[in-house]
Nanobody
Framework: EVQLVESGGGLVQAGGSLRLSCAAS????????IGWFRQAPGKEREGVSC????????YYADSRKGRFTISSDNAKTTVYLQMNSLKPEDTAVYYC??????????????????WGKGTLVTVSS
């Protein structure tokens, strides 16, 4: 059974940091790209970042470059999203998702094969 389990969300003040984790199981981790997406209330789901597990290539949505860092521990089949200098507009449910193959940019959400259930990040002003 494929599982993607996010953790690490919570309440943080503006300017603070959080590290999200996505624990993957049930598929061959190295064959997939793992992405982070987020959905704020009343808004569409948007891509945040993505990493190709095969070679570690990383991609970011332009507005997240410099503040967010994606990484993976292939031995633990876990992907992380380090988020720094958080802003209230970063408040959203954050999801990780898996896409078979490699990527050259953050994929569209509808291209992803598997999804986690999400973890809520709330940034207070």
């Amino acid at each position: 059974e494929v599982q993607l389990v996010e953790s690490g969300g919570g309440l943080v003040q503006a300017g603070g940091s959080l590290r999200l984790s996505c624990a993957a199981s049930g598929f061959t981790f190295d064959d997939y790209a793992i992405g982070w997406f987020r959905q704020a209330p009343g808004k569409e789901r948007e891509g945040v970042s993505c990493i190709s597990s095969s070679d570690g290539s990383t991609y970011y949505a332009d507005s997240r470059k410099g503040r967010f860092t994606i990484s993976s521990d292939n031995a633990k089949t876990t992907v992380y999203l380090q988020m720094n200098s958080l802003k209230p507009e970063d408040t959203a449910v954050y999801y990780c998702a898996a896409l078979f193959g490699s990527v050259v940019a953050v994929p569209n959400s509808y291209d992803m094969d598997y999804w986690g259930k999400g973890t809520l990040v709330t940034v207070s002003s």
